[in-house]
Antibody, heavy 117, light 110 residues
């Protein structure tokens, strides 16, 4: 059974940093592109970052230069290093596996990040 | 990359059919067949309902179907049931980023 379990969320002050983790199991982690998607309370889904099987990374303009996605295949783990956090980064952060046709076929349960003083 | 355009809300009675539209551009929806749809119940993670425009993952009811015409994709739910009440999001591959989501549509089953 495919499982994705996020951790590392919490309360952080503006300008602070946080590192999210996503533990994957039930599939060959190294063979899949992985993503982070966030959702502010009452708002829609927003793509945050992606990492390919070769380690290539992608970001939208809203987080580029502040967030860094990485993976450790030996540990079946995905990470998101978030620096210079802003109130607007407050959201539930999901990790998701990308299937063969660009779809996100499996999602974690999410971890809440709150940026506030 | 701008979000894809979805209606904020749609509604229907049990047993009826509804359609949710998802409008993009030739750089996303119109240019690729990598359109997906997700269902999200309150407090839950999104669930994949349709991928590659019209394919259903194993376990998803055949009451859910997808299609595309030009720059607009559509999700149709037939035989509406109370448990279909949820938020629905479309997504597409784009020429400038791996994915863009729609703003979401709240489905109310009357």
């Amino acid at each position: 059974e495919v499982q994705l379990v996020e951790s590392g969320g919490g309360l952080v002050q503006p300008g602070g940093s946080l590192r999210l983790s996503c533990a994957a199991s039930g599939f060959t982690f190294s063979s899949y592109d992985m993503h982070w998607v966030r959702q502010a309370t009452g708002k829609g889904l927003e793509w945050v970052s992606a990492i390919g099987t070769a380690g290539d990374t992608y970001y939208p303009g809203s987080v580029k230069g502040r967030f860094t996605i990485s993976r450790e295949n030996a540990k079946n783990s995905l990470y998101l290093q978030m620096n210079s956090l802003r109130a607007g980064d407050t959201a539930v952060y999901y990790c998701a596996r990308e299937g063969d046709y660009g779809e996100f076929d499996y999602w974690g349960q999410g971890t809440l990040v709150t940026v506030s003083s | 990359q701008s979000a894809l355009t979805q209606p904020a809300s749609v509604s229907g009675s049990p047993g009826q059919s509804i359609t949710i539209s998802c409008t993009g551009t030739s750089s996303d929806v119109g240019g690729y067949n990598y359109v997906s749809w997700y269902q999200q119940h309150p407090g839950k993670a999104p669930k994949l309902m349709i991928y590659e425009v019209s394919n259903r993952p194993s376990g998803v009811s055949n009451r859910f179907s997808g299609s595309k015409s030009g720059n607009t994709a559509s999700l149709t739910i037939s035989g509406l049931q109370a448990e279909d009440e949820a938020d629905y999001y479309c997504s597409s591959y784009t020429s400038s980023s791996p994915v863009v989501f729609g703003g979401g549509t709240k489905l109310t089953v009357l």
